[in-house]
């Protein structure tokens, strides 16, 4: 069994970006493979120059007359990501296509971050499993 | 057959409450085990206090220029959860590490929460089937 | 082997779709069937008349002090999807409750939509395979 959990990350803000962590950091605990693809604005919360900034929360979160917790700016999920790594069989791989839209380098990002691939390079690992979008 | 469906409901706006209460349902329908992990803004619309109220709809829904339609009010998602439970086998968890960021107490929340319990705990009940983050 | 997957699409901005379409056109060259049931904000963006209309772009997106990739107009999500059928096994199912809460009759949605069902049908569908919600 132990078939791989397949992440497309998508959403680059905090809480988002959290709880993705700790759905990898989960399944790398429990021996499942884990593949992430990560695109668009989870791409660009991975650059080196931006990955320990503030990346905001989810709309709902912010809406006039809601206040977000005070805990919102302490989710340490680049950290949770790295811890995962060490866990478990956790690939993060960069979008190709996502790189070219974001005009991103690979040096220009964390060196969490495995290597570069397309899409269906991607699904090709995804042949059994879960795939998750966030 | 029959593998589980297991779903991450992250998000608090009415209309994707609603997506997911309708896969819920439909899943339960179908005599697929359902179970939900409540996270984040979810989380919050299921307190007591809170989930009859208006939880808005998504960033796309409400941009200048843009009248979400008028039976946006009326998505009765809370009643359609609680009839999937009725329905089927379905669990409705909230994730411990929301309650912490939230500051919500078990007893905040509507009684169709089942329990409390971690992504793990969570995940290890996904080892078959999908895995939909919504 | 060669499970479906199965794909619920929600959300309606040109970053959300064009990731959705990416999805679609990969597993169809994989030769994997490919079943999208297109509702609530995505379903709207599936309008004859709105479909080659700007999205615009996810929340994270379009914050202050955040300048969206020049690019970010030129996601040809809608072409990708017509690609993707002519390459594979792709349905795109359009959710009747959907059009009936954005008030849409069949003749106003775009012609790569196959057909309009319920999510239970939908479901049936997916009984192997990953579920993905977008």
Redesign the interface.
């Known amino acids: 069994?132990?078939?791989p959990?397949?992440i497309?990350l998508?959403?680059?803000?905090d809480?988002?970006l959290h709880?993705a962590a700790?759905?990898v950091?989960?399944?790398a605990?429990?021996d499942?493979p884990v593949n992430v693809l990560v695109?668009?604005?989870a791409l660009d919360a991975f650059r080196t120059d931006r990955i320990d900034q503030d990346?905001?929360l989810?709309?709902?979160?912010v809406?006039p007359g809601r206040t977000p917790?005070a805990?919102a700016g302490a989710?340490p999920w680049a950290e949770t990501f790295r811890q995962a790594k060490q866990l478990g069989e956790v690939r993060i791989r960069a979008c190709s296509?996502s790189m070219e839209?974001?005009?991103i380098d690979p040096s220009q990002l964390d060196p969490m971050v495995d290597d570069v691939c397309?899409?269906?390079s991607?699904?090709?690992d995804?042949?059994?499993?879960?795939?998750?979008?966030?």
């Open positions: 069994m132990n078939d959990i397949s497309v998508f959403s680059g803000t809480d988002k709880a700790t759905i950091a989960g399944a605990a429990l499942r695109q668009f604005w990346h905001g989810a709309f709902e979160a809406r917790p805990k989710l296509a839209y974001l005009d397309g899409i269906a991607f699904l090709l995804a042949d059994t499993g879960p795939v998750v979008f966030i």
